[in-house]
Antibody, heavy 119, light 107 residues
């Protein structure tokens, strides 16, 4: 069974940093591209970042470019999102998702981890 | 960026009704359009990919179609478990973008 489990969310002050992790199991992690997608409270879905299976291709939404860094460790079946210079508008549930093709659609999602940016 | 406009933003329907949700792209995206269902407090679930391909395990009452830059998600006979919010998403190019969502409520 495919499983994705995010962790690392919490309350952080504006300007602070947080590192999200996503542990995966049930599939060959190194064969799949991955993404982060977020959802602000009561709002819709927003794609955040993409990383290819071998980390050679990385893309970001303009709203996080220069502040967030996506990475992965294929040996540890883990995906990461380093978030710096956090703003109130980054408050959201962050989901890690499995990508079926390069920047395509997401056939598996984690349960999400809530990031709250507030003083 | 490609804008995805969903309509309606909400609708009320009864069990057994045929429900149609529309998503319009701001430019041509070929068939690179996907649909998700999200229930409160849960992660989204993939229903339809590439405009009309049914994801494995999804009931056949769900279907998708395309006409130009207009895409439609149809639920042929609404079931109690289908009350949820539905999102479209384009995968034609980066940045990937979603529609604003359609909340399907019980009439």
């Amino acid at each position: 069974e495919v499983q994705l489990a995010e962790s690392g969310g919490g309350l952080v002050q504006p300007g602070g940093s947080l590192r999200l992790s996503c542990a995966v199991s049930g599939f060959t992690f190194s064969s799949y591209s991955m993404n982060w997608v977020r959802q602000a409270p009561g709002k819709g879905l927003e794609w955040v970042s993409y990383i290819s299976s071998g980390s050679s291709r990385i893309y970001y939404a303009d709203s996080v470019k220069g502040r967030f860094t996506i990475s992965r460790d294929n040996a540890k079946n883990s995906l990461f999102l380093q978030m710096n210079s956090l703003r109130a508008e980054d408050t959201a549930v962050y989901y890690c998702t499995r990508d079926v093709r390069r920047l395509a659609f997401f056939d598996s999602w984690g349960q999400g981890t809530l990031v709250t940016v507030s003083s | 960026d490609i804008q995805m406009t969903q309509s309606p933003s909400s609708l009320s329907a009864s069990v057994g009704d045929r429900v149609t949700i529309t998503c319009r792209a701001s430019q041509s995206i070929s068939n690179y359009l996907n649909w998700y269902q999200q229930k409160p407090g849960k992660a989204p679930k993939l229903l339809i990919y590439d405009a009309s391909s049914l994801q494995s395990g999804v009931p056949s009452r769900f279907s998708g179609s395309r006409s130009g830059t207009d895409f439609t998600l149809t639920i042929s006979s609404l079931q109690p478990e289908d009350f949820a919010t539905y999102y479209c998403q384009q995968s034609y190019n980066s940045p990937l973008t979603f529609g604003g969502g359609t909340k399907v409520e019980i009439k």
